[in-house]
């Protein structure tokens, strides 16, 4: 079955850095897209990074352009989100996901918490 399992996140002070990373099985994940996605508390689930399958097409939501790097290693089934210059606001659990056979698949999520 398909498996989604994050890591790396904890208490971090603003402006510092953090690497999360999603360890994936169950299906040909050199064939899939990944995204990362975050839920503030009180906050709907948004998006925030986008990985095409080999890695040669990137997006990101605005709020973290310049600031975070999504990235990913098939040899590993693997992909990761660094996260620089963090900011209160980017506070959150954060979720990588696919689609596979028309179905969503969610991680159970990492923590984030930027704080002083």
């Known amino acids: 079955q398909v498996q989604l399992v994050e890591s790396g996140g904890g208490l971090v002070q603003p402006g510092g850095s953090l690497r999360l990373s999603c360890a994936a099985s169950?299906?040909?994940?050199?064939?899939?897209?990944m995204r990362w996605y975050r839920q503030a508390p009180g906050k709907e689930r948004e998006f925030v990074a986008y990985?095409?399958?080999?890695?040669?097409?990137?997006d990101y939501a605005d709020s973290v352009k310049g600031r975070f790097t999504i990235s990913r290693d098939n040899a590993k089934n693997t992909v990761y989100l660094q996260m620089s210059s963090l900011k209160p606001e980017d506070t959150a659990v954060y979720f990588c996901?696919?689609?596979?056979?028309?179905?969503?698949?969610w991680g159970q999520g990492t923590q984030v918490t930027v704080s002083s």
């Open positions: 990985i095409s399958s080999g890695s040669s097409r990137t």
């Open positions: 996901t696919t689609i596979y056979l028309n179905h969503d698949y």
């Open positions: 169950g299906f040909i994940f050199s064939a899939y897209v």
